[in-house]
């Protein structure tokens, strides 16, 4: 069964950089696609950086393109988070799928989540 552990998040100021990591059991990560998606209170959650299967092609959401990184090990993904804003606090969540993701990636597009990592943005 597919296993996917957030953590990483926490609390910085403005400008200040986080890493999340997803531990991710029972797959080998280059096998799958996955993402990280955001959800702040009271808005849809959000598809921030994904990453394909095999060649790696990645996706950015425009929000944070140029300061978020995702990149990844043979079990565990990771998101990179620099000059962070204030609008990027929200949870954070890990997926995965065995398929491709649409443009930007949708919430249905991912079969395996994770309980998510909260990163909070203070001014």
């Known amino acids: 069964q597919v296993q996917l552990v957030e953590s990483g998040g926490g609390s910085v100021q403005t400008g200040g950089s986080l890493r999340l990591s997803c531990a991710a059991s029972n797959i080998i990560t280059w096998s799958y696609s996955m993402g990280w998606f955001r959800q702040a209170p009271g808005k849809e959650r959000e598809g921030v950086a994904a990453?394909?299967?095999?060649?790696?092609r990645t996706f950015y959401a425009d929000s944070v393109k140029g300061r978020f990184t995702i990149s990844r090990g043979s079990a565990t993904l990771y998101l990179q988070m620099n000059s962070l804003k204030p609008e990027d606090t929200a949870m954070y969540y890990c997926?995965?799928?065995?398929?491709?993701?649409?443009?930007?990636?949708?919430?249905?597009?991912?079969?395996?989540w994770g309980q998510g990592t909260q990163v909070t943005v203070s001014s």
């Open positions: 990453i394909y299967s095999g060649g790696g």
């Open positions: 997926a995965a799928t065995r398929f491709g993701f649409r443009d930007p990636p949708a919430r249905s597009d991912f079969d395996y």
